[in-house]
């Protein structure tokens, strides 16, 4: 396939040539879906612990509608978002329709399921060790939250990276709520789907060929992370 | 060798004489015990004492009342409740009949924070194994400098100095049973309960464990060992509480016990017997 | 130990949220603003697929935004979304090509008046091999008539979308009722016009184009332009400034200034302009012909 080559090639001189474009839309991706992943994990593995280790009426009835919340197709949540975003929509009057911050209130949305399902789990198999243990030093039900995150930050790096993954990789969901807009809500994927719709094939691949390098990248950075962590924490 | 397991207590304080003086006394006569400092939490009563799970019955009713500078061991054969009874005792369980009073009071976190327990299997955090005493102390609110001594302290009595920053999981099942065990005694509780603590252990690593045991009991802490080892009760225990069925059975100072149990049912057990 | 890498991890997290919210509030405190009317700022408009794939906003719309410094936002999408959204108030000014639905729209009061931009027309593109043999036919209606007799396989937008909205009428006009084939030799993409290209390029199918999308159009493959010129080809664009009556959040001002530049000399010069591949892919035609 010429494709292919002419796709490489391509990806090759604009990354080395630092195409303005590219570091635009790049930068963009990255912030919006840093943005969502960091929101979605800062209430996503509170909610997972919650879900793990708390005795609450209707816990299960949560934990399967948190699990079947990770299939939500991005188009849906694009959707539902663009309807509370819109002007004739409950939240219209912020007026954040066509902004990266529509775009990343929608990657959050659909990262949150994740992170809180995987960490329930993650979480929830530690507790089954911890729970008396931790019952019988006397700590309360904060503290045992706290202990369990911390003891499975190895683990849970690895849900944030999937949830990382999914944001990063989603266009359903930005296209409709950002509207690709060139120079504002124009990200990675949405500039793919358009070069495909332009039929200008070679371009498009070359950006998937870029996006894969920046997964690549953020994988690498967290591994990294992960080897210079005292050993103690990878259990 | 620096006081290694000696609670911070007023009863501790005190501790030798007031050991001393209960020492001997067993069984059911103990009113002439002398009273406990009114901050103490022992005694611990216990008074109709029930359990039962999935309708059916586990333990109770019991009474019973357990006494400072005394090594309890609570005796019998398999399902006759003593993990159970121990977990009602430290609070993990909630009795469905019955009530626990530590000198006089219901136990609340103050007084949970007064006890420990080690588990047959041992259940360690996925740190390193000084970060395992740390976190005790932390939780118990030890200043940091103190911390640190107080950790060296407890590495030292586990003979794990050398494994100070080693993560606990990669441990052997005796140095693991060792450091839940120095881990449970770093914020020096005035009660100790342990179930079963060397159940799955060789017999160093038992030896090693019973060792730090008797040094625990020495420095003032409570200790109630549940245990089915008749050999174990034997080297450790001053009294026995033998349950059988749920049921507390007999009492007694543990060499009248091993001597001349009083019920047919320690007897059999003692002898090795099949009850039923 | 483990607090200091706790509190390092925290400061980390917070100091690249800040580090984040920099840049992105740049965009978000201009929304807010740009809501008021005194500061031109942005505005948005509803269009097509065509005109953002073809090129051509990128090449006029920097010359509206140097000459009145208000930049141009473009959703680009099927006219008939582009139509909902700016119903949903989510748009300053509509651009599109489906002259039915546009009147409809300011009669519902949505939209203050429509005027004509310019056009273009449509083309009937097919495998260069031609199986149903229309190449050349200057009659659109039989073209359509004999691809439905033959069987070749014909792909439709099937979203609503203006160019979708002319081939049903042209379908109406050859007198076939292509919806009982649906799924054997009419195919409905559901997609956008660059979409529905790439399709029919993948299965050697006719399909109906814009031509302004057809000639920007990288993956041509086997097809070629096979019916042409035929009168109910036209397609018209139109602009409508969203009514600031039925939507308050409408930049009236601006809005109104980029209708009034797209119909005036500069901008109808712009689009006569542009040029891809040599040729002009849109005809300025304002003030002809409106209401």
New interface residues.
Partial sequence: MQDFTAAVGLAVRLLATADPDLVEIV?LSL?VS??AL?IAALVGLPLGACLAIGRFRGRSVAIVVVNALMGLPPVVVGLIVYLCL????PF?V????????AM?IAQTVLVLPIIAALSRQILEDLNRDYDEQLRSFGVGWRGSVATLL?DARASLATVLLAGFGRAIAEVGAVIIVG????H?TRVMTTAIA?E??????ALALALGLVLLLIALAVNALAAALRQSMPEAARA | MPDIARPMTASAITGPGDGSADIHPFGEGRSGAAPSPADAILPLGVRGLCYRAGGRPLVGPVDLDLHHGVKTAILGPNGAGKSVLLRLMHGLLTPTAGTIRWNGRIADAGILRRQAMVFQTPVLLR?SVA?NI?YVLRLRGWPRAQRATRVGEMLALGRLGDFARVPARVLSGGEKQRLALVRALAARPEVLFLDEPTASLDPASTAAIEAIVERAAAAGTKIVLVTHDIAQARRLADEVVFLDRGRLVERSAAFRFFARPASPEAAAFLAGDLLY | ??WNA?SKSVVG?WS??AL??G??AG??DA??E??TDTDPGHI?VQST?ST??SGL??AILPQFTAQTGIEV????VGTGQAIK?A????GDVLFVHDRASEERFVADGAGLSRADVMYNDFVIVGPAADPAGIAGLGDVAEALSTIAATGQAFVSRGDQSGTHKAERRLWVTAGVDPDPASGTWYRESG?????T??IA?GMDAYTLSDRATWV?????ASLAILVEGDDRLFNQYGVILVSPEA?P?VRAEAGQAFVDWLTGPAGQAAIAGYRRDGRQLFFPNAGRGTN
Avoid: H
């Fill in positions: 930068s912030q840093l943005t960091i819109s002007r004739a929509g219209g912020l007026g954040l329709l066509y902004t990266p911050a990343i911390w509207g690709n807009i060139d504002v358009l495909t719709s332009k039929g200008n094939l | 740190r970060e740390a | 130990m483990m706790v997290a690249l949220l984040m919210a840049p992105l965009p978000l929304d807010t740009a809501g948005l697929t953002e794939n906003f990128e936002r473009v959703v680009a959204n119903r949903n108030c989510d997609s956008g016009m660059g979409a290209l790439n390029a920007a159009f990288q993956n041509k939507c959040s």
